[in-house]
């Protein structure tokens, strides 16, 4: 539920809430990823002027007369084009005698790219011609009539090599991006996956889909939240970083399975500093040292490194500090074979477990950048992280708690008898799912008694109660224990599809800074147009006198 | 799409985009609304506690050693108790020997609405003690344990008599509202009925469910639009009132199926004098004199009774204007009855229209107030509305053009030709869904033609064409023709399930004032936050007063 170093600015969520939970079913959910492979009866060419798609021709239908419609892929001096749907291409042989010239001369004369409808009988390819890498390699369509639905102008770049364009161009021409074969099958896959999870809630579970308000109060201190001017002067609504509130609120009232793909907002800023996810580095024979130098860099740590020789002898600079029946143990203790390398850190626990979960997948990406697979990506390894505390001690000030995941989340039932005594060693019932090491989701058991909900924000957090007494006051009113969790949907399909970046998997992305380069959205509005809810901009010293001059 | 009259300020909308439409497949859809009564392997006891639900248990059950989770709907004497869920009903009888002490007490003293766990054994009730009306009414559940898991304080009102208090009662305290057998029903027909609607859609033809963006670029003139800070001083996204260009963008992406169940902001500010949607009058005897008056108040427009006298003769406060043999006429023409009632307007066609219509539903109004039955409310009427003009004239200057729809409809394709020369006679392929009186719904075929979008834009509606670059772009890009349809799906469900309002349908709905009595947003906010958007509240003088002194 907390996506910590989250990048998108605006995410899908699949949250999953239900009381009376008493293990993890959670798995199950996992499961549905296995995506069925079973053939349903989907009529793609109902409700529509086609009889066929481009993609499902075949050696059977010789001699049927077919209409398709699509784009020109290509053409070919006025002899044959291939034609492209969502669903594959054909070949379509254009008629060269004299009855069908006004055929020809439409087919020759549209540009690449047109929408073009086309009727004609479906025949086997000729001997040696036949196509084995394309699924209607075996037949061509010979054409009888054809009609351009649509020319297309050139261009700004071609369809198939869309990948090698910079993203800001495919976000411009996101509508020409979409055709392309992988934002196709990113989408489609998408639109299936939500589809089986919700097959499965829904038909297989009696989960109840329920929409909750995306305009809402703000939540004290949520300085990542949207806020909407109201036309009432100085009060402003708020777009919710996730259904939080809600989902609590309808277990409370009954609605004891409840799931919903929700939008969440979460205004991360436009900090020119973001990070990509994996850094990739290309390093030489300096791997070493490019590994300290990052260990040094973001986290002030030093690292050493140690190779075990073919002759069992340790190459290190720590080895001279090291007597002969040391490095021996230390060699025993680590398990450690000729050609490996160790690295070492010392310092805090916690501190020293970051920098070295780093320098692993650090070091993973240079043997990768080497050409070793170390990680299959077709392969889908899932992780549930538990038992984490149910409260940290804040870093400026260590003598006060705060929570680790959210000041709702219930603590582990073997430790509530330490909630009143030592909080600080008390487990929680807050579980991640990580997937192939990125975290996809999590969620919590959630405190359902009104009066540990108090005593955690009073007295444990030392926070104001008040701010949060309508959900203090329904748990008073019969509220079930309850639990759930919520997938970050983008992170996941991106997974799954195996796309390089979350603007893989969706269908109009914003940019890292928050913008939509299409529509060129945020932009200016004219102060009458920000009258009707009582705001004006502020400016910034600077602008505001550039504005004046 | 166009809800003119729309109460809501946030409606969610069933959005079906689909390109080379030849039919109004649209029908398919209102089909889907018969919902299936087959039974589903719906398991509403996997990864829970229980063994059933309330709802569940008859005589074939006797014998089983079942556990039940629930809320104490009611409790007697010690003796038995009800326990509800979502399901229904189980009636539990309390032991009563010295062994079960404990679990007698817990039940004795768990107030109302305490969530309850118990195991017992089911059996028969006694003969003579069977209750007809209840689903569960042959068994009863004998306790051995029991255990409260929530205790439940005073409640502000009963479950059971929720529909008798005030809406803004109802509002405040949502959650226990939510518990109510209506709110329960309609949430869960709700659920079901989307999920039908994307069965349908993505399971048997092929749809893509494709989630569009909610902050976006402001459309030139969206008045009704809400509008977002975003962090670059002067910049704000808007919360779209629909995917509109969107789904066109999608269409030409080579999604050629899409679908979306979206959120739709439309800002409807708070207008005191906001109607109902049904006015009903009490009236006794002076039925006439309140619908003329009603034509007048509403419409200034005179309207005239006239009643066919069991004898023949006409009463009417015109028969004496009329000749005989007019007046015959007329009775033949109209087919008027004994004891038939005629409405009679002269004007303006169009004007008169409307207010015989208004008029036509408030004498059925009036009609079902003395107890006849006009409209069944259990049977579901549909209606297509075709044909729409593509043009209006402008009220405020009749020698211009607007659109009747949106300027992004396609005109009728038998009157293509007059686009160019009378576009005022043009009709339109905008199609409207009426069910039982109510739009339910609308779309249009789309202009895929870049010319002749252009040629709509700035020489028929005389706006600027640069306000849509982005749109006119795409469609050189081969856009292929589309066209669609947008359900609302608030008031379908509204209909569908005979409530009363769209808030019977919806979890957390806003008030008419768009206040969320529970939370009470939108609220004050603090100048510093709003610091990061460059914004400040630009207080009304009087306010601003206030604040100073």
């Not at 784009?71 to 669903?87: N, S, T």
């Not at 047109?114 to 084995?132: D, E």
């Not at 299936?192 to 809402?216: A, I, S, W």
């Not at 402003?236 to 009232?253: A, V």
């Amino acid at each position: 539920m907390s996506f910590r170093h989250g990048l998108r600015l605006l995410y899908s969520q699949l949250s999953v809430f239900s009381r009376e939970l008493n293990r993890p079913w959670c798995r199950y959910i996992s499961s549905s990823l296995a995506l069925s492979s079973e053939k349903r009866a989907t009529d793609f060419n109902s409700l529509v002027a086609r009889t066929n798609t481009c993609g499902e021709l075949r050696s059977a239908h010789v001699g049927q007369e077919v209409t398709l419609c699509g784009w020109i892929q290509y053409q070919r001096q006025g002899l044959f084009l291939v034609l492209r749907d969502f669903q594959g291409l054909t070949q379509i042989i254009i008629p060269q005698d004299e009855a069908h010239s006004h055929v020809k001369k439409v087919l020759y004369d549209a540009p690449v790219e047109s929408v073009v409808r086309v009727t004609g009988t479906v025949t086997s390819r000729p001997p040696g011609q036949k196509n084995p890498r394309m699924p209607t390699g075996d037949i061509e369509v010979k054409v009888k009539t054809a009609e351009v639905l649509n020319s297309c102008k050139k261009l700004p770049f071609e369809i198939k090599d869309f990948i090698k364009k910079s993203e800001a161009l495919r976000m411009q021409y996101r509508y020409l991006d979409l055709r392309s074969f992988q934002m196709q099958h990113n989408l489609r896959l998408r639109s299936q996956m939500v589809m089986k999870m919700r097959e499965y809630l829904c038909n297989l579970h009696g989960f109840v889909d329920v929409e909750t308000p995306t305009l809402f109060k703000r939540t004290p201190g949520g300085a990542k939240e949207f806020v909407v001017p109201s036309r009432e002067p100085g009060k402003f609504y708020c777009l919710p970083q996730s259904p939080q509130q809600f989902k609590q609120l309808l277990m409370i009232g009954g609605l004891d399975r409840y799931f919903q793909v929700a939008r969440c907002y979460r205004d991360e800023g436009s900090k020119p500093d973001r990070q990509p996810e994996f850094t990739q580095r290309h390093l030489q024979n300096k791997d070493f040292e490019a590994l300290k130098e990052s260990a040094k860099s973001q986290f002030n740590q030093e690292v050493l490194h140690l190779i075990l020789k073919p002759d069992e002898s340790l190459k290190s600079p720590l080895s001279k500090f090291l007597s002969e029946e040391q490095q021996s143990e230390l060699i025993q203790a680590l398990k450690v074979q000729a050609d490996d390398v160790v690295l070492l850190a010392a310092g805090e626990h916690e501190k020293v477990c970051l920098v070295l979960g780093n320098m692993r997948l650090e070091s993973a990406n240079l043997l990768e950048l080497r050409g070793l697979v170390l990680r299959d990506p077709t392969a889908f390894h899932f992780l549930w992280v538990v038992d984490f505390p149910l409260f940290l001690h804040k870093e400026e000030n260590p003598a006060e708690l705060e929570s680790a995941h959210h000041p709702f989340t219930a603590p582990h039932p073997s430790d509530t008898s330490l909630l009143y005594s030592e909080p600080a060693k008390i487990r929680s019932q807050h579980y991640d799912l990580v997937l192939n090491g990125s975290e996809i989701g999590g969620g919590s058991i959630r405190i359902h008694n009104a009066e540990q909900q108090r005593f955690v924000l009073e007295t444990v957090l030392k926070e104001d109660p008040e701010l949060l007494s309508h959900l203090l006051e329904a748990l008073k009113c019969g509220a079930p224990p309850h639990g759930g969790i919520a997938l970050g949907l983008d992170r996941l399909i991106c997974l799954v599809a195996g796309a390089p970046s979350i603007r893989d998997v969706i269908a109009f992305p914003k940019s890292f800074k928050g913008r939509d380069l299409m529509s060129n959205a945020p932009d200016y509005i004219t102060p009458e147009e920000l009258e009707p809810y009582h705001i004006q901009v502020a400016w910034p010293a600077a602008e505001a006198e550039a504005n004046k001059n």
